[in-house]
């Protein structure tokens, strides 16, 4: 089975400071990588994709295949940052793919 | 109504009962997926339907029955449901294709068994 390993449940920061996600991933052929958010009271969306290689909202994912691992990083935190952040690898099976999530590491930035 | 929406967004019912969860989207997708969300486990895939074809059925209790009328619909029929079901059920859909596209996910229905 797959599977993705967050180790922060909980990450607090101040408010500029630097912040980083971790993300570890099993390994089995060549996932596609996905960093997904869930603000307070909104549904849950993506933020971010391996592939796409886009910076958003300031934050960017590198993928470190000796590793296997997929950290989530922004340089300066936002008090808009606070949410609760999931990493998904996304495999390919039975002509779809699916999304694995990690379990989740609730960011919460300091004022 | 625009992009993913679920009903009921709460439920309660009593481990005889028999109710079910609505998703609707309106997307234009051809894939849609039910995920299970409890406060202990990560977020857990529980089915996929492509096209209308269920294609994926991850080792879900059969007191869970899905349905898929068509690509903008799908339904978890549920009976005899246990307290630990209680939980977050959320709907997703995406546009299938040779690549992984973004799955857009709606706002959840929170089941509570009693």
């Known amino acids: 089975a797959q599977r993705v390993t967050q180790p922060e449940k909980l990450l607090s920061v101040f408010k500029g400071a630097p912040v980083e996600l971790k993300c570890n991933y099993s390994?089995?052929?060549?996932?596609?990588l996905f960093w997904y958010v869930q603000y307070s009271r909104q549904r849950l969306q993506l933020l971010l994709r391996?592939?796409s290689r886009e910076s958003i909202k300031g934050f960017t994912a590198d993928l470190n295949k000796g590793e296997t691992s997929f950290h989530l990083k922004k340089p300066f935190a936002q008090e808009e940052d606070s949410a609760l952040y999931y990493c998904?690898?996304?495999?390919?099976?039975?002509?779809?793919?699916?999304?694995?999530f990690g379990k989740g590491t609730k960011l919460s930035v300091i004022p | 109504e625009t992009g993913v929406t679920q009903t009921p967004r709460h439920l309660v019912m009593g481990m005889t009962n028999k109710k079910s969860l609505k998703c609707e989207q309106h997307?234009?997708?051809?894939?849609m997926y039910w995920y299970k969300q409890s406060a202990k486990k990560p977020l857990e895939l529980m089915f996929v339907?492509?096209?209308?074809?269920?294609?994926e059925n991850n080792s879900v209790p059969s007191r869970f029955s899905p349905e898929c009328p068509n690509s903008s619909h799908l339904f978890l029929h549920l009976h005899t449901l246990q307290p630990e079901d209680s939980a977050l059920y959320l709907c997703?859909?995406?546009?299938?294709?040779?690549?992984?596209?973004?799955?857009?996910f709606g706002p959840g229905t929170r089941l509570t068994v009693l």
């Open positions: 997703a859909s995406s546009q299938e294709g040779v690549t992984y596209n973004e799955q857009f």
């Open positions: 390994y089995s052929g060549s996932p596609e």
């Open positions: 391996h592939i």
């Open positions: 998904a690898p996304a495999y390919s099976g039975a002509g779809s793919y699916q999304l694995t």
């Open positions: 997307l234009g997708h051809n894939a």
């Open positions: 339907y492509n096209f209308k074809e269920q294609t």
